[in-house]
């Protein structure tokens, strides 16, 4: 295996709990030139580090082995990831509304003999009647279930669908045979009673917890988007000596590419002709514009404040500032926490388990459990399938890592994985390398020092005059504390800004210069 190796994350369609994930990851381990594997049950991807000459035909093999399909690469974008996720929580909001109000039907004539307009009905037709109302529920809204059983049973391997497939339909054939062969129970001297309510109610509790669970994965993975959407869409080229726009997407290295004030800077490139000053804050936290000069560098998803530029196209795609982050945030979401890890090791024993537990359960009830022994035999190894379900135990250590990472990556933290969230507890010293502060992204005015014969509201007063038509940060933050005071501002004339200086108005025919100590020594102010 060559030192040099390769990460691939491919998305994953199938999992449901964690049993999924080992067996994944067992799969593909046992893939030739495969180093290193992390299965995310939340962000529902494989995290995979190999050898370059392995050919990816073969990971997506691996996984379809196990059971499970792999989208190609190329159709995972965010937005056809958002597309499937909204159609996947529409279809199982569909089916558990179905399931639930049919469930709460069943429930109802479980309960016949009590409710005065059913209790002089005959019990086999009563029987019959819920045969049809669970039935539908049982292979249409459960069928995902059994598909999903089914497909772990041709590899010899069971997940939570094989639970749940298993448990709601001992409840449901039980029924079945009572409501069309009670006379099998009466010869051996059973009662012929139907639990097709139990089966009905127990799929719809499980699709509520799948749709509460895709609802969950959607906000979650929002962050990722919301990193996406700082990405301007489009990029004004300079192309056969003509001013072009085209989709960012088609920007190449060597691009000469135009910027003026107030748009996104597209891609990250050197400034080769122009001056402005760059708000930068979405990369470093810094509040205050960068200026920019020609041979400056310039970072993709920025703001440009003041004055037009053309810079040449340095990294663009999969290699700008801003897909990198987009990457270590997802590669954050999707690493795993070491105790992840033992519950993932744990679950791939644990539906073997539980379905050996459920089979014990069924025996001893049947064998000495008290009349009738086969229908309580019956009810409690369902409860023992269907209560075992493992999907917490897989779900709820990934889904905290994507909330942590998200929420971080929203306020502008980067986290670079689960155990660092796991550890961070132990944090009792942070150093910050900055200047003894932490800032909120926006300047603000702290202070006004007047000299000899000025009032302060009268000094903001002019300031903030001159910088009502400035872009400046620093000049927004001016403006804002002369509002917060109630002080009135007037229109500045002859306005003019100063790269790399400051700003220049007229008030009340006064000049009045506000800018940095170049600016004053350039004016031929004194300065202490």
Same mark, same amino acid.
């Given at each position: 295996?060559?030192?040099?190796?390769?990460?691939?994350?491919?998305?994953?369609?199938?999992?449901?709990?964690?049993?999924?994930?080992?067996?994944?990851?067992?799969?593909?381990?046992?893939?030739?030139?495969?180093?290193?594997?992390?299965?995310?049950?939340?962000?529902?991807?494989?995290?995979?580090?190999?050898?370059?000459? =392995?050919?990816?035909?073969? *990971?997506? +093999?691996?996984?379809?082995?196990?059971?499970?399909? @792999?989208?190609?690469?190329?159709?995972?974008?965010?937005?056809?990831?958002?597309?499937? +996720?909204?159609?996947?929580?529409?279809?199982?909001?569909?089916?558990?509304?179905?399931?639930?109000?049919?469930?709460?039907?069943?429930?109802?004539?479980?309960?016949?003999?009590?409710?005065?307009?059913?209790?002089?009905?005959?019990?086999?037709?009563?029987?019959?009647?819920?045969?049809?109302?669970?039935?539908?529920?049982?292979?249409?809204?459960?069928?995902?279930?059994? #598909?999903?059983?089914?497909?772990?049973?041709?590899?010899?391997?069971?997940?939570?669908?094989?639970?749940?497939?298993?448990?709601?339909?001992?409840?449901?054939?039980?029924?079945?045979?009572?409501?069309?062969?009670?006379?099998?129970?009466?010869?051996?001297? *059973?009662?012929?009673?139907?639990?097709?309510?139990? @089966? $009905?109610?127990?799929?719809?509790?499980?699709?509520?917890?799948?749709?509460?669970?895709?609802?969950?994965?959607?906000?979650?993975?929002? #962050?990722?988007?919301?990193?996406?959407?700082?990405?301007?869409?489009?990029?004004?080229?300079?192309?056969?000596?003509? !001013?072009?726009?085209?989709?960012?997407?088609?920007?190449?290295?060597?691009?000469?590419?135009?910027?003026?004030?107030? !748009?996104?800077?597209?891609?990250?490139?050197?400034?080769?002709?122009?001056?402005?000053?760059?708000?930068?804050?979405?990369? =470093?936290? !810094?509040?205050?514009?960068?200026?920019?000069? #020609?041979?400056?560098?310039?970072?993709?998803?920025?703001?440009?404040?003041?004055?037009?530029?053309?810079?040449?196209?340095?990294?663009?795609?999969?290699?700008?500032?801003?897909?990198?982050?987009?990457?270590?945030?997802?590669?954050?979401?999707?690493?795993? $926490?070491?105790?992840?890890?033992?519950?993932?090791?744990?679950?791939?024993?644990?539906?073997? #388990?539980?379905?050996?537990?459920? @089979?014990?359960?069924?025996?001893?009830?049947?064998?000495?459990?008290?009349?009738?022994?086969?229908?309580?035999?019956?009810?409690?190894?369902?409860?023992?399938?269907?209560?075992?379900?493992?999907?917490?135990?897989?779900?709820?250590?990934?889904?905290?890592?994507?909330?942590?990472?998200?929420?971080?990556?929203?306020?502008?933290?980067?986290?670079?994985?689960?155990?660092?969230?796991?550890?961070?507890?132990?944090?009792?010293?942070?150093?910050?390398?900055?200047?003894?502060?932490?800032?909120?992204?926006?300047?603000?005015? =702290?202070?006004?020092?007047?000299?000899?014969?000025?009032?302060?509201?009268?000094?903001?007063?002019?300031?903030?005059?001159?910088?009502?038509?400035?872009?400046?940060?620093?000049?927004?933050?001016?403006?804002?504390?002369?509002?917060?005071?109630?002080?009135?501002?007037?229109?500045?004339?002859?306005?003019?800004?100063?790269?790399?200086?400051?700003?220049?108005? !007229?008030?009340?025919? +006064? =000049?009045?210069?506000?800018?940095? *100590?170049?600016?004053?020594?350039?004016?031929?102010?004194?300065?202490?």
């Amino acid at each position: 295996m060559s030192a040099k190796t390769e990460r691939a994350t491919i998305p994953i369609e199938g999992m449901h709990c964690a049993s999924c994930v080992l067996r994944v990851e067992e799969s593909l381990r046992a893939v030739p030139g495969v180093c290193e594997v992390a299965v995310n049950l939340a962000t529902e991807q494989a995290t995979v580090r190999y050898d370059p000459a =392995t050919p990816a035909e073969k *990971l997506y +093999r691996a996984i379809e082995r196990a059971g499970y399909r @792999a989208r190609p690469q190329a159709l995972d974008t965010p937005d056809a990831r958002a597309e499937a +996720r909204a159609r996947e929580e529409r279809s199982l909001w569909r089916k558990f509304l179905f399931a639930g109000v049919t469930g709460a039907l069943l429930l109802l004539l479980s309960q016949f003999q009590h409710i005065p307009l059913l209790s002089g009905l005959p019990m086999g037709t009563v029987n019959v009647a819920s045969f049809l109302l669970a039935t539908p529920v049982q292979f249409w809204a459960g069928w995902q279930f059994y #598909a999903g059983a089914w497909g772990r049973a041709r590899h010899f391997s069971a997940d939570m669908n094989t639970l749940i497939a298993v448990g709601t339909s001992a409840a449901y054939f039980y029924s079945v045979f009572a409501t069309f062969a009670p006379g099998l129970f009466e010869s051996a001297d *059973l009662t012929a009673d139907v639990y097709y309510d139990t @089966a $009905a109610v127990i799929i719809a509790l499980i699709l509520m917890g799948r749709y509460l669970e895709a609802k969950a994965k959607g906000r979650t993975s929002a #962050a990722i988007k919301r990193l996406i959407g700082l990405q301007a869409r489009t990029a004004r080229v300079l192309r056969d000596g003509r !001013e072009t726009d085209i989709p960012v997407e088609d920007v190449i290295v060597g691009d000469i590419v135009i910027v003026r004030p107030g !748009e996104k800077i597209p891609v990250d490139g050197v400034v080769m002709e122009g001056r402005s000053a760059v708000d930068e804050s979405m990369i =470093t936290g !810094e509040s205050i514009p960068v200026e920019k000069n #020609a041979g400056d560098e310039v970072i993709g998803a920025t703001i440009n404040k003041t004055g037009s530029f053309r810079f040449r196209a340095e990294r663009v795609g999969k290699d700008s500032v801003l897909a990198q982050i987009v990457r270590l945030v997802e590669e954050a979401q999707g690493s795993k $926490a070491p105790i992840q890890r033992l519950a993932d090791v744990v679950a791939g024993y644990f539906v073997p #388990a539980v379905i050996a537990v459920a @089979a014990a359960t069924f025996v001893i009830w049947a064998i000495w459990g008290p009349a009738p022994a086969l229908t309580f035999a019956v009810l409690n190894a369902v409860a023992v399938l269907i209560i075992a379900c493992p999907c917490a135990l897989g779900l709820a250590t990934p889904t905290a890592i994507m909330v942590g990472t998200g929420k971080g990556a929203e306020n502008g933290i980067l986290i670079r994985g689960g155990e660092a969230l796991e550890t961070a507890y132990k944090v009792d010293s942070v150093i910050l390398d900055k200047t003894g502060t932490i800032t909120s992204g926006t300047p603000a005015l =702290t202070d006004v020092v007047a000299g000899d014969g000025w009032r302060e509201d009268d000094l903001l007063r002019l300031a903030a005059s001159v910088e009502r038509s400035s872009e400046h940060a620093l000049g927004e933050a001016v403006v804002a504390a002369a509002q917060s005071r109630g002080i009135e501002t007037v229109e500045a004339r002859e306005f003019a800004a100063l790269p790399g200086l400051g700003v220049q108005a !007229e008030v009340d025919g +006064r =000049t009045v210069l506000l800018g940095n *100590l170049k600016l004053m020594r350039e004016s031929g102010f004194l300065t202490g």
